[in-house]
């Protein structure tokens, strides 16, 4: 007899996208008419097509994969030299951060390695994470194994759920309780919050003192504009002791369907083996991405070194610019409309607070069917994303200026 992963039947069934597509699509077969109309600023899914310079640096290395001289088989499993020697100097050395070559591994997402990275860490750990949250972290813990059961409001038994509210400017507060590993996710996803270096500082010494890890998940880092926040937790003294830092070429570079990201693994970061010696994770973390993967193809690492040339960085800039005035677009907009406004920032999303007696679906379903705009409710991160929802700053800027219009025609 064969048995299932019997922590696959913990997940929650009614996930957040399938449950919005569902809404639309019933929507849109109701209302024809109305559909012609829509607008989604739901899902986190870039618009803007490739910067040119990594369609031409594409298209070069499909023409060397062509061509028996320069044609690459298996390149090594943590990435091409050139790529990693590209993020370690204009990411990290260049900002006067210490980060080695080989302490870089390239992968095909950061949505992967979050959830891979449990592969080399104990199930006895303690594990705290924001909410509301990217959905991801939680329930790779889940199917690993280190949840009870989801109660009633979707809270998984095991887990430490550290509140982000208005009250704490969604910046997690340092727990009372120990914990092993904290998940931290700054510019954030969902709510836009940011972590003042003072706010990092406490967490580096949090994890130090308690000799926990935490899980930087800063996709968003290119979306900052304010140059007092942290682009990175090795800004932070001692994070190189204590901190795994994942980052994507995803909203930066619009590489969400082209996937590339990368992983930053301090060799002086340590965690204790179950008899209490402490030792060193990069040679693990070496050995699950040599065992369990076989790298990004040679084009897409080409494409992403291409964003690091002087082309490449303009062109990123644009991009974000665009995002960015699109997000000041729909701030402008959603607080003439008379709602409590947050996030849009430092980051590409919008956190607006539900008015009163209004829940995040019935603000999901009001916007839906009077605006014809599709927002995410904010009770899909988490419990205390209830009485929130949020905008994405991802289109078009003629749909931004539309959907801040349609916000101010909403009579709650
Ligand atoms: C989009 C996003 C990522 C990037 O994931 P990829 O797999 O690299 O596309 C990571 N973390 C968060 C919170 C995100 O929203």
């Not at 926040?229 to 909203?251: D, L, N, Q, T, W």
């Not at 301090?266 to 790298?295: C, E, I, Q, V, Y």
């Not at 539900?354 to 927002?375: K, Y």
């Not at 899909?380 to 929130?388: A, L, P, S, V």
Request: net charge neutral; charged share 20%; glycine share 8%.
């Amino acid at each position: 007899m064969a048995y299932l992963n019997d922590n696959y039947l913990k997940l929650k069934s009614g996930y957040l996208f399938p449950e919005i597509a569902r809404r639309v699509r019933e929507f849109c077969e109701k209302n024809p008419e109305s559909a012609k109309r829509l607008i989604r600023c739901g899902i986190g899914d870039v618009t803007e097509p490739l910067p040119p310079a990594v369609v031409a640096a594409l298209h070069k290395a499909v023409d060397e994969m062509a061509k028996r001289e320069t044609f690459r088989g298996y390149g090594p499993e943590q990435g091409y030299e050139f790529l990693r020697t590209a993020i370690a100097q204009n990411d990290y050395r260049s900002q006067g951060i210490d980060i080695a070559d080989d302490e870089i591994f390239v992968s095909d997402g950061s949505k992967c390695d979050c959830g891979n990275i449990l592969d080399i860490l104990g199930a006895q750990n303690k594990i705290a994470m924001m909410d509301p949250v990217y959905p991801v972290y939680v329930d790779t813990n889940v199917m690993a194994g280190h949840t009870g059961a989801a109660n009633e409001g979707g809270a998984y038994a095991g887990l430490v759920y550290l509140p982000c509210t208005a009250a704490n400017g969604f910046v997690a507060d340092i727990p009372k309780e120990k914990v092993d590993i904290v998940y931290l996710c700054y510019p954030n996803n969902p709510t836009g919050a940011v972590a003042t270096r003072d706010q990092l500082t406490n967490w580096v010494q949090y994890a130090l003192k308690n000799k926990a890890i935490l899980l930087y998940d800063a996709a968003y880092e290119a979306y900052i504009t304010d140059p007092a926040v942290p682009h990175s937790i090795y800004e932070i003294p001692g994070a190189r002791e204590c901190a795994i830092e994942f980052r994507s070429f995803s909203k930066n570079g619009g590489f969400t369907g082209t996937r590339c990201a990368f992983t930053v693994m301090p060799k002086s970061l340590m965690a204790a083996t179950s008899d209490g010696r402490f030792t060193s994770l990069h040679p693990l973390w070496l050995r699950r991405s040599t065992t369990k993967f076989n790298g990004v193809s040679y084009p897409v690492q080409r494409a992403a070194e291409a964003l690091y040339t002087p082309e490449g960085k303009a062109q990123v800039k644009g991009l974000i610019e665009h995002y960015m005035g699109n997000a000041q677009v729909l701030r402008k907009g959603a607080k003439a409309a008379g709602l409590n406004v947050f996030g849009g920032v430092n980051a590409p999303y919008i956190w607006v607070e539900t008015p009163a007696g209004v829940n995040s679906w019935q603000a999901f379903d009001r916007i839906l069917n009077e605006a014809n705009v599709v927002i995410t409710p904010g009770s899909g991160f988490g419990k205390n994303g209830e009485g929130f929802f949020r905008i994405s700053s991802f289109n078009s800027r003629a749909n931004a200026e539309e959907v801040a219009r349609r916000l101010q025609t909403l009579k709650w």
